[in-house]
């Protein structure tokens, strides 16, 4: 059927360090995708998005990298820090209708001192 | 706060009980929506209003009522609940017919015993 997925549940980094959080899709009609961030008790937070006319995009110290090739999200954090801890999902945007935004399980970033 | 607000933050609820969420967006968005986030499953939508009327029903059981009396307010009445049904609860709303959410309430947690 058709999914996104993460390829890592977690991931620790230095604070200071670039983080880089990869997503996969599996819908290629997808024409645009969204990073969302969540803190612990709180909804998600839009950070960035791209269209499929693009492969990158970049936001304050966040970057969205697309390759429609293999079907496959980035979202690089630059100077990490302690505040961007917190689970970061993609979503990809199907075509037609309003039941067209597909999340992904989520990826928890964990910054570390 | 994110301009999207959601009461009560936290409900514990029997299978026989009523109960309802409720939902206030104060951006002036025309589209609300809600949305289930439970520990093993990817973020699901369950419901979409656009300018009051509803234009997505994902396949929800009907022990979920959704009620839009107006652009600001969404209702999630609920009844008979089963375990499994334990979650969180997300809000969120948007302008436009893109069909994206673009901000999130923080969501209730909803506890069936």
């Known amino acids: 059927g058709e999914s996104v997925g993460l390829h890592l549940p977690t991931l620790s980094v230095q604070e200071g360090d670039n983080s880089i959080i990869n997503c996969a899709y599996s819908n290629s009609a997808s024409d645009y995708f969204i990073w969302y961030k969540q803190e612990s008790g709180k909804g998600p937070q839009f950070i960035i998005d791209?269209?499929?006319?693009?492969d990158k995009r970049q936001g304050q110290r966040v970057t969205v990298l697309l390759n429609k090739t293999v079907k496959h999200l980035s979202l690089q954090i630059a100077a990490t820090q302690p505040g961007d801890s917190a689970v970061y999902f993609c979503?990809?945007?199907?075509?037609?209708?309003?039941?067209?935004?597909?999340f992904g399980a989520g990826t928890r970033l964990a910054v570390h001192p | 706060e994110t301009g999207v607000t959601q009461t009560p933050r936290h409900l514990v609820m029997g299978m026989t009980n009523k109960k309802s969420l409720k939902c206030e967006q104060h951006?002036?968005?025309?589209?609300m929506y809600w949305y289930k986030q439970s520990a093993k499953k990817p973020l699901e939508l369950m419901f979409v209003y656009s300018l009051e009327e509803r234009v997505e029903n994902n396949s929800v059981p009907s022990r979920f009522s959704p009620e839009c009396p107006n652009s600001s307010h969404l209702f999630l009445h609920l009844h008979t609940l089963q375990p499994e049904d334990s979650a969180l609860y997300l809000c969120?709303?948007?302008?436009?017919?893109?069909?994206?959410?673009?901000?999130f309430g923080p969501g209730t947690r909803l506890t069936v015993l």
């Open positions: 979503a990809e945007n199907r075509p037609g209708g309003y039941n067209k935004l597909i």
């Open positions: 791209i269209r499929s006319n693009m």
């Open positions: 969120a709303s948007s302008q436009g017919t893109s069909g994206t959410p673009s901000v």
């Open positions: 951006l002036g968005h025309n589209a």
